[in-house]
Structure formats: C-alpha cells, structure tokens
C-alpha cells in the first residue's frame, strides 16, 4: 500500500510541474501591448487682432425735458407725437396776448422815459436843470429799456421751441391748460444721432488694456478713440461702427467694475436710447498668435493644460493660459507653449496618465477664413459729442 501511495504521489507531482511550465509558456507567449496611437500637430502661426466682448445699452447724448419758461394757458401743439424735430421747431405755443401788453406798455414807458431824457439834455444846455435832474432821468431811461428788454423776452417765451434736433415723446398737457413757469413737464426730446453706448468693465479688463498701453501694444481708450463693433438684439453681425470717447474715473467697490462709453452713428435711425447691445472693442492690436483646436485643450481643476509629445514619444502635461476662442473652432494660446511643441489634437481620451508612451501620426493645422471685422475704421476722423450740434 505504501509503494502504491509513493508511486500515486510522485505522478500528481509531475502532473502539477507539467501544469506549470505550460502556463508560463502562454503567458511568455502574450506579446507586450502597442503604445497607442493619437494625433499630433504643431502650434498654427497667425497675426490676429484681439476684440472683446461687453454687453451694454444705448443711451441719448442729450436728454431735454421740455418745460414753459412763462405761467400761461397752452393754446397750440405744432407737432405730432413721435416725430423728428430739428432745433428751432416751435412746439407749443402759450397764449400770447398778457405779454403782449406788458410790452407794448413797456414800449410806452421806454419812450417817454427816452423823451424825458432829451428834454432834460436841452434844458441842461440852458442850464435850467441841474447835473443831478438829468442823471435821474438818465437813469429812468436805462430801467424802463430794462423793462421792454424783458417784456420782448417773455413774448419770446411764449413759443416754446425745440433747443436740439432728436426724437421727441409724446405731449404730457393737452392745450387749454394752464402750465406754470419751470414747472409743469410738457415733453421730452433724446437726440438719437449721433447716441452713446455705455457698458461696465472688470477692473482686470482695465489692468490688461493699462499695461497694453504701457508696453505700447494697444491705446488707452483714455487718450485714443479705439474703435468698438456693436450688433443688436436680432443681428447676426457687429454692423454698428463706434469709437470710444470715455472712460471713468473710479472702480465702483461694490460691484468691481468701470465704466465705459463709445460714441456710435445712427443715420438710419434704428438704434433707439434704452436698447440693449452686444459690443467687440479693440483687445489687442495685431500681435502674432499661437492657436490650437479648443478640444486638444484640457481642464485639471481650475488649470487648462494640453498634452505634448517628447522625443521618446511620451506624452506630459504642459499647463498653458488661453485667450479668445475663434469661430473657425481654434483657440489662443496665450502662455505655455512653445512654437515647436507637438500638441495631441486627437485621441486625448486614450492617455491615462502622464508619461505614457504612445505612437504619434502627425498631422498639419490649417487656418480657416473667419468673418473678421475689419481694422480700416481705427484711422476714421474720431467722432465727440460736439457732432450732436
């Protein structure tokens, strides 16, 4: 029994051994994995030009609550609600007929006050009246001219005329009521051509545009008319040319912004005061720009990075900074990456850690044609408010 046992369990060993050496000859057998292929490409090269995007609203370069510089009863309204006035228009008119006794009673007055003058003169050659008699009267000419002088001004007030070319509201009196003197509100007038847009910028907006100034690689809006682009609601493009003619004083600490205005044209009359607008303002002047496609751009948290292939065809981490993304899907890259640096752009997903080698098919980026806005309107005559006269 015993050489039986010996001779069972020498046979299971050799079994067990025979196992062995054919497993490890499969595994020997499994070739190692291939690194695995993505795409790879150097930087794109192009001059470009940097706009900014701000949201703002349009606003009149000049208001004017229209109210009556005398007391009276409105007789004539000599406009329709809504329509263009020009400067000069007469608009309301107030009943004339008190002011116009009060002057002819001041022609009265000032023509007596001239004969007494004269008489006075003669008698004084004749040295009937005194130096003192004369200086009176003198003096009584000078007041009653006084007087017709403002009585031929509140006659004049009595038409009530449009101080600005613009836009004007409806009628806030109806006629035969009485107004009383720079009180009651009649109308409004807003001059709509040319019209400001005003919108809000960071404070690291205003850092970046300051030290671009100092490094002399775009104008401050302080001292330069940097054109502004500007589309409306239902546009599809920035058809509305401006140039900025104001940039305030103080960051507002409560909300950590600035403000800002450009003076825009308005000849065919359809931006309205109190519309919204959405505004590209010169970023940058033309500078030359590395790109990539957005998607060969990653996100680690709060820090973008792209993968780049070294000379051993490993793939590490290089963190970059990014700027504006262009409609033809390519993005700037602002910092962190160099002109020869192979970039993947395709197969991101398949890299699961740094370091790992991978095999790169190198491809070649090529520019597309965007609709750019065009850079000839920077040397046009720059536009101020004075052009509203």
């Known amino acids: 029994m015993k050489i039986v046992s010996l001779a069972l369990i020498s046979a299971l060993s050799l079994s067990l051994v025979a196992c062995d050496e054919s497993n490890t000859q499969t595994i020997t057998s499994v070739p190692a994995s291939a690194p695995l292929e993505v ?3 150097l930087p794109l090269k192009h001059k470009l030009t940097d706009w900014d995007e701000f949201t ?4 009149a370069i000049n208001t004017v609550d229209m109210r009556a510089r005398v007391t009276g009863y409105l007789v004539d309204k000599k406009f329709k609600d809504g329509q263009m006035v020009k400067k000069g228009d007469v608009l309301y008119v107030v009943d004339p007929r008190p002011f116009e006794y009060k002057l002819q009673r001041a022609k009265a007055e000032y023509s007596l006050a001239l004969t007494e003058l004269e008489r006075a003169k003669k008698l004084r050659d004749m040295r009937a009246v005194s130096e003192e008699e004369l200086e009176r009267r003198s003096q009584e000419l000078h007041i009653a ?3 017709l002088d403002e009585a031929e001004l509140q006659k004049s007030f009595t038409q009530i005329v449009a101080p600005i070319n613009g836009k004007i509201s409806d009628s806030f009196v109806d ?8 009180n009651t509100l009649l109308t409004r007038i807003v001059s709509t051509n040319p019209i400001h847009f005003r919108f809000e910028g960071s404070q690291g907006q205003l850092l970046k545009y300051l030290r671009l100034d100092r490094a002399g690689e775009r104008p401050s809006s302080d001292t330069s008319p940097n054109p502004i ?3 409306l609601l239902d546009e599809d493009k920035y058809y509305h040319q401006g140039q900025m003619d104001f940039v305030d004083n103080i960051v507002d600490t409560g909300t950590g912004t600035i403000q800002a205005r450009a003076i825009v044209e308005n000849n065919d009359g359809i931006i309205y005061p109190g519309l919204f607008g959405k505004a590209r303002l010169l970023g940058r002047s033309e500078y030359d720009a590395i790109l990539l496609p957005e998607k060969a751009i990653n996100t680690d948290q709060n820090k973008k990075f792209v993968y780049i292939i070294n000379a051993e065809n490993k793939a590490l981490r290089a963190y970059v900074e990014v700027g504006t993304l262009l409609d033809n899907g390519l993005i700037v890259v602002t910092k962190g990456l160099k002109n020869d640096a192979r970039v993947v752009i395709n197969g991101i997903q398949r890299i699961r850690s740094t370091g ?6 190198s491809k070649e980026l090529e520019w597309k044609e965007i609709d750019t806005i065009p850079h000839s309107y920077v040397s046009q005559p720059r536009l101020t408010s004075e052009t509203k006269k």
């Open 229 to 231: 682009y500007i589309k």
């Open 39 to 41: 795409d790879v490409a």
């Open 175 to 182: 006629v035969g009521n009485m107004i009383e003197e720079n």
């Open 56 to 59: 703002g609203r349009f606003e």
């Open 145 to 147: 001219k006084s007087s």
């Open 356 to 361: 790992q080698p991978v095999s790169p098919l």
